[in-house]
């Protein structure tokens, strides 16, 4: 009995046959994969990150942005790394550049 099951689970001459063209079709799977991994995580990342990278750039004395943190402020001053926020008459705070996510629109600072 366990002869013949050890001899079934060896695969006769007509399973090696069977697995000829397995490479080629391997191979195209992963380059399918790949394209989807690409075209939904990768690419809109990569869009994010050149947008965030565009708000960083175009920062200017005036403008309302949010934090990371979720802190509503002002610009005040843009140095090289850092930028100076009003939160409320007279309180100034500093904070790294890349810390700020969003720039708030004229209807939602009203």
Known sequence: MFATNAYAMAGGAGAGGEQAGG???GI?????????FYMLLIRPQQKRAKQHKTLIDSLKAGDQVITA????????????????????SGVRIKVNRSSIVGAQTEALAE
């Open 23 to 25: 490479g080629a079709e």
């Open 28 to 36: 195209f799977m992963l380059l399918i994969m790949f394209a989807i």
């Open 69 to 88: 943190g979720g802190i509503h402020a002002k610009v005040v001053a843009v140095q090289d790394t850092l930028a100076t926020l009003e939160i409320s």
